[in-house]
Antibody
Framework: EVQLVQSGAEVKKPGATVKISCKVS????????MHWVQQAPGKGLEWMGL????????MFAEKFQGRVTMTADTSTDTAYMELSSLRSEDTAVYYC?????????WGQGTLVTVSS | DIVMTQTPLSSPVTLGQPASISCRSS???????????LSWLQQRPGQPPRLLIY???NRFSGVPDRFSGSGAGTDFTLKISRVEAEDVGVYYC?????????FGQGTKLEIK
């Protein structure tokens, strides 16, 4: 059974950095890109970017370029997403997701609240 | 970037009746490999999204056959043949043909 298990909710102050983890099981970690998706409260889904666990290459949406880092640790089958210079608009649920040509699996989501 | 536009944004449906959601892309979703990477996702209240349909019309594992997808090029449709209570939620189309990936705004399916 494929599972993506994310780290718990975070509360951060404006200007801080948050790092979320996504541990996978049930498939070969390096076989699929790991994507990260943002969902602000009551809003839709927004693709943030991806990391290729095989070689660490990344690709980011322009909106997050310069503030986001995505990494993958193949020794623990865990992907990470780090978002810096947090502002109130970054309050959202963040999902990790694998999306292949014929499949897609999502983590349970991690709520990040940015508040002074 | 490819913009995905869904209609309607809200769809009140009677139990047992059909429902249909449209999704239009700002450019063709046909990939250079010949595939069209258009998927449909369902997000039930308080849950993460889950895959229903991939490559326009292929149901993902475990998805009931009352869900079907169709379309080509820039115009796509998700149909539910007979809506059940468990189908309540928000439905998103998503394109994975070109980076950055993009989603429609979402269509909220609710029971009348």
């Amino acid at each position: 059974e494929v599972q993506l298990v994310q780290s718990g909710a975070e509360v951060k102050k404006p200007g801080a950095t948050v790092k979320i983890s996504c541990k996978v099981s049930g498939y070969t970690f390096t076989d699929y890109y790991m994507h990260w998706v943002q969902q602000a409260p009551g809003k839709g889904l927004e693709w943030m970017g991806l990391v290729d666990p095989e070689d660490g290459e990344t690709m980011f949406a322009e909106k997050f370029q310069g503030r986001v880092t995505m990494t993958a640790d193949t020794s623990t089958d865990t992907a990470y997403m780090e978002l810096s210079s947090l502002r109130s608009e970054d309050t959202a649920v963040y999902y990790c997701a694998t999306t292949g040509a014929t499949s897609s699996y999502w983590g349970q989501g991690t709520l990040v609240t940015v508040s002074s | 970037d490819i913009v995905m536009t869904q209609t309607p944004l809200s769809s009140p449906v009677t139990l047992g009746q059909p429902a249909s959601i449209s999704c239009r892309s700002s450019q063709s979703l046909v990939h250079s490999d010949g595939n069209t990477y258009l998927s449909w996702l369902q997000q039930r209240p308080g849950q993460p999204p889950r895959l229903l349909i991939y490559k326009i019309s292929n149901r993902f594992s475990g998805v009931p056959d009352r869900f079907s997808g169709s379309g080509a090029g820039t115009d796509f449709t998700l149909k539910i043949s007979r809506v059940e209570a468990e189908d309540v939620g928000v439905y998103y189309c998503m394109q994975a043909t070109q980076f950055p990936y993009s989603f429609g705004q979402g269509t909220k399916l609710e029971i009348k």
